[in-house]
């Protein structure tokens, strides 16, 4: 198999099921409303439709995107300080951060 069929199982297998993993270490009491929230930070992405093409292989959502800049990852950071659904979503927006990053820097595009 190649590296884009890998690259490609990684970046869906951190959107949308190590997002459980999370919610059941982390919230096991809530984990189902913890993991819908993680899943709803999914809508960060939305910015990417302001983008002209709206996808491009080569080019990284981080930096590029405006809600993938560094200031906005700054704020998203500033989420884990507060306490309930607010460190929720800090969360999922960080670790959407983190499987963009991932996706573009540790492999082929």
Do not use: E
């Not at 190649?2 to 959107?15: A, E, G, I, Q, V």
């Not at 930070?41 to 590029?64: E, K, Q, Y």
């Amino acid at each position: 198999m190649d590296c884009l069929f890998w690259k490609t199982c990684t970046h869906y297998f951190l959107h949308f099921i190590f997002p459980v993993f999370i919610a059941l270490i982390f919230y096991r009491k809530n984990w189902k409303s913890a993991y819908f929230i993680l899943l709803a930070t999914m809508l960060v992405d939305l910015d990417h439709l302001f983008a002209n093409p709206v996808f491009d292989p080569n080019r990284g959502s981080i930096g590029f995107h405006f809600l993938h800049s560094y200031y906005a990852i700054a704020v998203y950071f500033l989420l884990l300080f507060f306490k309930g659904n607010i460190r929720i979503i800090g969360i999922g927006l960080l670790f959407h951060m983190f499987t963009d990053y991932q996706d573009f820097h540790f492999w082929c595009h």
